[in-house]
């Protein structure tokens, strides 16, 4: 196994790690703001984390970019979105 190949198995497990904790903070925590927070923050890690160890293995410049893009695309679209559901949920929810 190479330095590319090890690093690559280490970067999508740290990043599937993330991911499951991320899944673990939506089942256990709380309430809704709390859940968002564990889930964004966990989730964007992880797809850091999965496309850095898979940027060694693309055949080319255009695919890497495309795979930087495609995270970018997910962290504008996960901030965009939890910011809406976090305004719906402090306006809907009782607050302790």
């Known amino acids: 196994m190479s330095l ?17 904790a991320g899944s673990v903070g939506l089942l256990r925590f709380p309430d809704t703001l709390t859940r968002l927070h564990a889930l964004t923050k966990a989730d964007n890690l992880g797809l850091g984390l999965i496309v850095l160890g898979l940027l060694p293995r693309t055949d080319g410049v255009a695919s ?3 795979l930087i893009l495609i995270w970018l695309l997910a962290l ?9 559901i976090a305004r719906v949920a402090s306006r809907t929810e009782p607050r302790a």
């Open 4 to 20: 590319v190949d090890f690093y690559t198995v280490i970067a999508v497990c740290a990043g599937g790690f993330f991911f499951l």
């Open 64 to 66: 890497a970019i495309q």
């Open 76 to 84: 504008l679209a996960s901030g965009a979105s939890s910011q809406l």
